[in-house]
């Protein structure tokens, strides 16, 4: 994975639009030929449950955090990555149906 992108989301908060903390990113998932994100890991909760978000969907603000426009019960519900946070054909179709993800 590009160092520099990992950089650029992890340890970083995640918001929603109206401010509240969703979580930090923890990890990046990045295509394996582009190495562009795709996905982003995000620990939600005091256990540290992880879940997946699209990196598609982050605009970051003056403040250097991640804003998205969903809330956090929207990413709490989303699957939730495997140790290896290696994702299935099934669980990507699953993430853009739940996210509405079109490409």
Known sequence: MNNDVHSVYTNRDVIDSAGHKVGTVSDVVSDVVTLEPIWLI???????TSHYLPADAIR??????????????????????????????EVDRELREHYRVTN
């Open 42 to 48: 995000v620990d939600v909760g005091v256990m540290r």
């Open 60 to 89: 970051r603000n003056d403040e250097g955090q991640l804003v998205i426009p969903f809330d956090k019960a929207t990413v709490k519900t989303a699957a939730k990555p495997n140790k290896g946070h290696v994702l299935t054909t």
